[in-house]
């Protein structure tokens, strides 16, 4: 452990996957293979959103945003993870463990919001279409988007504040593979127990608020889809949010499974499983969804792929 005389640490040992031994060198590739798919997922949907004219719509704005931020997303976590599968002392300095904490608290809680959005977006598109593009204008949208960052980030700052104003005296061994909330909480070598419980309040109204405004929306969505007299109508209505609630599904399940329980309640082991689905294969999972459940997706990337890979000769 280094110090500064006796109590000062200046980096972090990050153990997560220390224990595994050679398979390590097998989870490097795995996880190399899905960083670089999500990665090459994420820029293929950004891409066809931003030449597909027909995609110019609020629905598909917030799903280029939050490909963007699913990407800045993995670029905080999964190198550094993969950079530490392969090194024989998985350590991070203590700046770069507040820096990574920052952006992931960060990223993570724009995600929630952005989300959330998303599901109001639906909510207006189904249950008032006459005044869709009234209320869902190009300068609401971005006031939506802006709102949703800057109240992640902030968030993230009191987090941080939180976490790292405790004394680390005991040990510099984080059990995670990352810098997580509560595995380097847990090092304070003083009473934590008020911070953790307003990191449980934030995380509440960052998970458990917006989950419930989606609820309440899809009430109100499937009231007025059931309402619709033709089938075909209502399979379309409901197609447009199958992805949407998909995501919600798994993004919020994930997270909630985590960060809405007690520290008392935290298992080390499952901990890291549900870690690795949330910062390796959520942020792939969110765009494949879109873009295998959406057929206006899948026209644009066929126009968009047709116009650049074969073009007409003379």
Do not use: W
């Not at 040990?171 to 990191?199: A, Q, W, Y």
């Not at 033709?230 to 798994?250: D, P």
């Amino acid at each position: 452990m280094k110090r500064q005389n006796r109590s000062v640490i200046t980096e972090f040992i990050l153990v997560g996957f220390s224990n595994l031994g050679n398979l390590q060198i097998l989870l490097f590739i795995i996880f190399f293979v899905v960083y670089l798919t999500t990665l090459m997922v994420n820029a293929t949907i950004m891409t066809v959103i931003r030449l597909d004219r027909s995609l110019h719509i609020p629905m598909y704005f917030f799903l280029f945003i939050l490909s963007c931020s699913e990407t800045c997303y993995t670029l905080v976590i999964v190198p550094k993870m993969l950079s530490n599968l392969l090194a024989t002392n998985p350590s991070i300095s203590f700046s770069g463990c507040a820096a990574q904490l920052y952006f992931f608290v960060g990223l993570a809680c724009t995600n929630c919001f952005l989300i959330a959005v998303m599901g109001y977006d639906r909510y207006v598109a189904i249950c008032n279409p006459l005044n869709y593009t009234l209320i869902v204008s190009r300068a609401a949208c971005m006031q939506l988007v802006l709102a949703s960052s800057f109240c992640g980030f902030l968030i993230s700052v009191v987090v941080n504040v939180l976490v790292f104003t405790v004394p680390f005296c005991a040990s510099n061994r984080v059990n995670h593979f990352f810098c997580d909330i509560s595995p380097v909480i847990k090092l304070g070598c003083t009473d934590t127990n008020l911070k953790e419980m307003v990191i449980f309040f934030l995380s509440i109204l960052v998970l458990l608020v917006p989950f419930v405004l989606i609820f309440i929306s899809y009430v109100f969505i499937v009231s007025t889809i059931l309402k619709i007299s033709s089938a075909e109508g209502q399979r379309k209505a409901f197609a447009t949010c199958a992805s949407h609630l998909t995501v919600v599904i798994v993004h919020y399940g994930c997270a909630s499974s985590i960060y809405l329980r007690p520290t008392s309640l935290h298992s080390s082991d499952k901990d890291l499983l549900l870690a690795v689905t949330y910062t390796v294969i959520t942020p792939l999972l969110n765009p494949l969804v879109y873009t295998l459940r959406n057929k206006e997706v899948k026209m644009a990337l066929r126009k968009v792929l047709s116009r650049y890979s074969f073009p007409k000769t003379v």
